[in-house]
């Protein structure tokens, strides 16, 4: 739930809706009873396809900073540092009052690393430099630099955030682990094979190149370093389908409008991506049992005399993703969306 972007693949789709024609075979070709007409307009409608979808993710990338630009404070305060989901066992009641809501989120860290196979000393001491792909303000970066004592670096599109996240390194005695800039995750500013741990906490949901995303952490990522993506999915298609139930599609169509999102994938998609690189020991689970109860607590808060000023006080984005909130809690319960993640190794 942070910040990041580039232009479509076979897995994206432009803001907000993921039945855009733009990039399709039918928009970009058109022909006429001349051979040298049909180039010349195939070569016009073809730059302009290009340059709305520059234009559209330009906007969307504006977009996602100036949400959390103006909704940070209101997640840290509500949230804490971890601007995520916390882990929880199914059916338990989540109170985001008490400190039961920050132990589920640091829960939600260690059950990730515990998935990826990063679950003794020896593992441990391999990772001296980590990068946190959409790190919010930072919760995870310094988490995993005091865990680790390695070299965090995280990115995200809005400087409010990185601003945040630097100040609380600094008052966390942190500031030579943990450092933070602005930057996009699918053009990320670092050399090939920098990073032991590329670690992506809900932000995969914000790319609207699921392609490149996933090719942009394996190229950062070290030999034998290990990436973690945990992100909000849809349901895998079963086979036969090509696409999901137009009901579906619409309570994801909702909530991409208020949160900017583009369009979602499947942990199936997110599998088949990293196979095409050729990584080690891909897995995935769906851990939406697990953060089920999460959504209703975070309701319960936005409800109260305090939550109601804060939002107030935050904007109209922070209204809006309010009042999309129950259309997530639906989506879990349909089954539609799913909270997925994806772990895999590359190789020596």
Known sequence: MKATL???????SLPYRTNSSFGSKSSLLFRSPSSSSSVSMTT???????AAAATS??????????????????????????????????DSSVQLSDSGHKEAQIRMIEESLRFAGVTDEEEEKKIKKVVDVGCGIGG????????FGAECIGITLSPVQAKRANDLAAAQSLAHKAS????????????????DLVWSMESGEHMPDKAKFVKELVRVAA???????????????????????????????????????????STDDYVN????????????ADWS????????????????????????????????????????????????????IITCQKPL
């Not at 997640?75 to 540092?81: A, K, L, S």
């Not at 000023?309 to 129950?326: D, E, F, N, Q, W």
């Open 223 to 265: 030999p034998g370093g290990r990436i973690i993506i945990v992100t909000w999915c849809h349901r895998n298609l079963s086979a036969g389908e090509e696409a999901l139930q137009p009901w579906e599609q619409n309570i994801l169509d909702k909530i991409c409008k208020t949160f900017y999102l583009p369009a979602w994938c």
């Open 44 to 50: 016009t409608r073809g730059n302009v396809a290009v």
């Open 6 to 12: 580039a232009a479509p693949s076979s897995l994206t």
């Open 289 to 340: 049992e697990n953060v089920a109860p999460f959504w209703p607590a975070v309701i319960r808060t936005a409800l109260t005399w305090k939550g109601l000023v804060s939002r107030l006080r935050s904007g109209m984005k922070s209204i809006k993703g309010a009042l999309t909130m129950p259309l997530m809690i639906e989506g879990y319960k349909k089954g539609v969306i799913k909270f997925g």
């Open 140 to 147: 995870s970066s310094r988490y995993l630099a005091s865990k």
């Open 273 to 284: 991506l990293l196979q095409s690189h050729s990584l080690q020991d891909i897995k995935c």
């Open 180 to 195: 933070f800039q602005v930057a996009d995750a699918l053009d990320q500013p670092f050399e090939d094979g920098k990073f």
């Open 57 to 90: 993710t330009e906007a969307l990338r504006k977009g996602i900073a100036e949400f959390y630009n103006e909704t940070s404070g209101l997640w840290e305060e509500i949230w804490g540092d971890h601007m995520h989901h916390g882990f929880c066992d199914p």
